[in-house]
Nanobody, 126 residues
Framework: EVQLVESGGGLVQAGGSLRLSCAAS????????IGWFRQAPWKEREGVSC????????MYADSVKGRFTISIGNAKNTAYLQMNSLKPEDTAVYYC???????????????????WGKGTLVTVSS
């Protein structure tokens, strides 16, 4: 069974940095997409950044390009989201999510993912 567990959320001042971690288990190969989504109060859940675990192709939301970086750890079972230059509008519950890739090079970052973590709260103060 696939399980995703997020950690690293917290309170940070605007302009600061935070690193989120997602520990993944249950995958039997590198053929999956994993990424980060966020949902603020009264707003729809949106894709932040995703990565193809096998070939390492990535996608970023326009709102976070140049500030956030997604990566896979050396152990290959953990996905990270390094968040720099944080803004108050980044405040949200951040979810790790994943799905098996349909093709070797597939990369997508929509909310139709198959597996979801329980979320970790990120609060950015003004």
């Amino acid at each position: 069974e696939v399980q995703l567990v997020e950690s690293g959320g917290g309170l940070v001042q605007a302009g600061g940095s935070l690193r989120l971690s997602c520990a993944a288990s249950g995958f039997t190969s590198d053929d999956y997409i994993i990424g980060w989504f966020r949902q603020a109060p009264w707003k729809e859940r949106e894709g932040v950044s995703c990565i193809n675990h096998g070939v390492r192709s990535t996608m970023y939301a326009d709102s976070v390009k140049g500030r956030f970086t997604i990566s896979i750890g050396n152990a290959k079972n953990t996905a990270y989201l390094q968040m720099n230059s944080l803004k108050p509008e980044d405040t949200a519950v951040y979810y790790c999510a994943a799905r098996l890739s349909r093709t070797f090079y597939e990369i997508r970052c929509d909310t139709g993912m198959d597996y979801w973590g329980k979320g970790t709260l990120v609060t950015v103060s003004s």
